[in-house]
């Protein structure tokens, strides 16, 4: 397992490079100027299909260790422990073993064509920029500088290059907005050849791509809100007017399907129970997407009533929605009802654990173990994150009474759905750099109610795709009725009802709300969740919309980091001068997972953002 970047670095340069023998890159990488069409093609399909990559140990470890728990969106487990926010093991993508070679071989394929046979490749060679791009965004974030300028350049360059500089974040984002604004340019090109299927985003639609090069060029900009606000604000000027279009449709989303066999993960993920916060602000305001990003617990009007009849009392926060016949038996919901019941977060800081009030979140097994029919099962009462967003190749047994029914959901298993770019996300940063005083076409709110409404409908979509339990009733009700309505799919109105919340009104605490759905839309991808949290400061303290919850253990509040452990590069790496320039420049201590050091010694594009929980920096 790759434990940092620099291991993974020191690798690549083996793969890739191959030593230094020329005859062996002879056998590898053909003459760029005898490159067939045929393999350019295929060069374009294997850099597209590895944007996303290293599935399992993001999540295993980058996700549900780290981003998902210091954002507080899940707990590390069911809540914290006071170890939590100690680094160890982390996957990222990999950029340099399939993805960074493929594109090169593409692009100098493409550069080495005649001037008329290369006039139709543009827009395929364009591909491979925000293809690379989306990638090393996601390792920047958290690693700060690395190689990519000269990136995979050993089999094109005399001598060989082999010791790439590691290009610090500022280049990086100067360089991803030149390269994409080409791209855009190319993409628009006319008499461009097409690939259709080889395509496995867009089927060859290059507007699309376009569109997906707009909202790369956003991400850069909200990454620099805080760093150079001007510059963000003209590059959102620059999409909402871009002759190209921005990302405004569902179809316009980038949806990655590696193929219908690709399930994901093929292992568990071990994903983590929602935080209390994050489900108390969904529930109270019936937002949908609380049924698409966790589970519902086992509490269902069977397990209820199995309680009854053992006399074991339920979890406070299940039984205040319970009705009973006057035989003290279940007779329904009150409050919101199915599904809304059935979803609860615990409580985040670690010295709740030790709290006897709270025994209700953190001793589940104790509590909510009952035995009937001489049959013995314990129920969980909050709500874990959907794993089936990380992988759907795993089953699902419904909660019955011991002794009942078996109902499983397990034997189809669709191909994983995959959101890497969305119109809901372009939307929502539209909505922020409006309010931050972008010369915008639309309101904030008009860009903020329809990016609300594309990722609740996205989100609903995903669902419906991964095939998630419950989604088109849950068949543990024998009544049909009941049935139905513990439905989790989407319902009519349920857009309209959801904007008409006070919450989703901008006419007051507009950029703290803005920045709470940016939290909701990213909780399918949590590096972006995670960046978010660091450069927006919500959850905010204190907040009364949705706040943060302080991180206590042992009576102190525990330092979060921002950034992830460097590596420290030996004598005896290829690379070894390069890589210690890279640490020395970003002033960071190497080797170290010591949280008040990776808090302490931040990213670039991080370092004016607020404190995590100070809210949004005006």
């Known amino acids: 397992m790759k434990k940092n970047i620099y291991k993974i670095l020191t690798i690549c340069v083996i793969v890739f490079f191959w030593g230094c023998d020329k005859d062996k890159f002879a056998d590898l990488n053909s003459d760029p100027s005898t490159i067939a069409q045929a393999e350019l093609r295929f060069s374009l ?107 995979a350049l050993a089999p094109y360059t005399t001598p060989m290059l082999l010791t790439p500089v ?147 009392a339920l979890p406070p926060y299940v039984d205040q929605y319970v009705t009973y016949d006057v035989d003290g038996n279940f007779a329904g919901w009150s409050g919101p009802g199915e599904p809304w019941v059935r979803y609860f977060g615990a409580p985040l800081s670690p010295d709740k654990q030790f709290d006897g009030a709270y025994d209700m979140y953190f001793k589940q097994s104790e509590l909510n173990k009952i035995s009937l029919n001489d049959v013995e099962k314990t129920y969980g009462s ?107 799919k989407l319902r009519d109105g349920e857009i309209t009802a959801l904007l008409a919340q006070p919450a989703y009104d901008l006419s007051a605490d507009g950029l703290e709300k803005v920045y709470i759905q940016q939290y909701i839309n990213f909780s399918a991808t949590p590096n972006d969740l995670w960046t978010l949290v660091r450069r927006s400061g919500i959850p905010k303290t204190g907040s009364s919309i949705f706040p943060r919850e302080a991180f206590i253990a042992s009576g102190n509040e525990l330092i979060v980091p921002r950034r992830f452990t460097i590596g420290t590069p030996t004598e005896d790496n290829q690379n070894y001068m390069n890589e210690i320039q890279a640490i020395n420049d970003q002033g960071f201590t190497s080797g170290s997972n010591e949280a008040d050091v990776l808090n302490s010694e931040r990213i670039w594009f991080d370092k004016e953002n607020p404190k995590y929980g100070d809210g949004p920096k005006l």
């Open 45 to 151: 399909t294997k850099t597209v299909e590895q944007m996303y990559n290293q599935d399992y140990l993001n999540w295993f470890y980058t996700n549900f260790d780290y981003a998902l728990p210091w954002s507080q969106l899940t707990g590390s487990g069911t809540g914290n422990g006071e170890g939590f926010v100690e680094m160890g093991n982390y996957g990222q993508q990999n950029l340099y073993a399939s993805l960074f070679p493929n594109a090169r071989d593409l692009q100098a394929g493409v550069n080495s064509l005649s001037e008329d046979e290369k006039a139709g490749w543009m827009a395929i060679k364009a591909i491979t920029y925000p293809a690379l791009i989306q990638s090393a965004i996601s390792v920047t974030d958290n690693t700060g500088s690395l190689v990519y300028t000269e990136a």
């Open 166 to 312: 590691l290009d610090n974040q500022e280049v990086l984002f100067n360089t991803f907005l030149t390269e994409l604004d080409q791209a855009i340019a190319d993409l628009s090109l006319p008499n461009q050849l097409q690939i259709g299927s080889q395509d496995v985003i867009y089927n060859g639609d290059y507007a699309k791509w376009a569109k997906f090069c707009n909202l790369l060029k956003l991400k850069i900009a909200a990454r620099l809100i805080n760093k150079d606000r001007a510059k963000a604000l003209q590059i959102a000027e620059q999409v909402a007017n871009s002759s190209s279009g921005y990302m405004n449709g569902l179809d316009d989303d980038f949806i990655y399907r590696r193929g219908i066999k690709y399930y994901g993960t093929g292992n568990g993920t071990q994903p983590g129970q929602a935080g209390k916060n994050v489900v108390d602000f969904l529930v109270d305001n019936k937002d949908p997407r609380v049924r698409f990003i966790f589970r519902k617990n086992s509490f269902n009007g069977e397990i209820v009533q199995a309680f009854v009849d053992a006399g074991k």
């Open 382 to 488: 909050t709500s874990p994150y959907q794993e089936k967003n990380t992988r759907t190749r795993v089953g699902y047994t419904y909660p019955t009474k011991p002794g009942g029914r078996v109902l499983e959901l397990k034997d189809n298993y669709p191909p994983l759905t995959v959101i890497l770019g969305s119109s809901a996300e372009t939307n929502l940063y539209l909505a922020e750099f409006k309010l931050l005083g972008a010369n915008l076409p639309l309101t904030a709110q008009e860009y903020f109610n329809k990016g609300v409404e594309l990722s609740v409908m996205r989100m609903d979509e995903m669902a419906k795709s991964n095939q998630l339990p419950y989604y088109d009733n849950d068949p543990v009700y024998t009544d049909a009725a009941q049935a139905e309505a513990a439905a989790t």
